[in-house]
């Protein structure tokens, strides 16, 4: 298993590469999530001034056209991407190349046994998850039983934030975002959850900086050997 700090895109993504860029760190995962294809093509000449070598592990946006897939693979080794349902978004074009590569997300929707069936499997969000047993246990219930059933494939972590995600207008508390972590214990839930339920590749989706999210990093290896 590998938990990845990752590059995410919601805030200052430029930051991120200069600070891994000074680290020196040659792996991450990336969540080009805010990007359009011109702004994913400035991050992809930023990278090549630091000394990444792997990016093992890509959230795919609708508009990454199989060309760029195929970069991603051939100059960063990614290994295994994801992607929401296509009840939230269109599939990326021609990602049906790549659909052993590729794992279902849980999002807003309830897993749909049939798409997880054509595709790799299931990328486990886990704060998603933590919120669907808050306020959709419905939901909750079904995803558990094709988790048990089908394993994991890759996963995503987050802050446990006390709001829903699947509210139209989400209120957090003052200076509060639902991807930055604003203390370490928020990382604690993760213990509600077997082991088995951690994947391959388990990505950081912090806003957070680098260096906090391998803070983060150490923090959740401590919690995977007791889980």
């Not at 989400?170 to 604690?188: C, P, R, Y």
Request: hydrophobic share 35%; glycine share 4%.
């Amino acid at each position: 298993m590998e938990i990845l700090p990752a590059i995410t895109t919601i805030f200052d993504w430029q930051s991120k590469v200069e600070e891994i860029k000074k680290i020196g760190l040659e792996e991450v995962a990336l969540f080009p999530t805010c990007l359009n294809p011109r702004e994913r093509g400035k991050l992809y000449d930023l990278l090549k001034g630091t000394k990444i070598k792997k990016i093992p592990f890509v959230h795919l946006r609708s508009d990454m056209a199989k060309d760029e897939i195929y970069y991603l693979i051939k100059n960063y080794h990614t290994r295994v991407f994801n992607m929401h349902t296509k009840r939230e978004y269109p599939y990326p074009p021609d990602c049906q190349e790549y659909r052993d590569m590729i794992y279902i997300e849980n999002t807003y929707d309830p897993f749909d046994e049939k798409e997880i069936q054509e595709f790799a499997g299931i990328c486990l969000d886990f704060a998603h998850l933590a919120n669907s047993k808050i306020f959709k246990s419905d939901m909750y219930s079904h995803n558990i039983k094709l988790i048990e059933k089908y394993g994991c494939g890759c996963n995503h972590v987050a802050p446990a934030k006390n709001y829903s995600i699947f509210e139209k207008e989400v209120k957090l508390s003052e200076g509060q975002h639902a991807h930055i972590l604003d203390n370490l214990s928020e990382l604690d839930y993760l213990k509600e959850f077997p082991k088995k339920y951690f994947g391959k590749f388990v990505a950081l989706e912090l806003e957070n900086s680098i260096k906090e999210q391998l803070e983060a990093k150490n923090y959740i290896s401590g919690i995977i050997k007791i889980a």
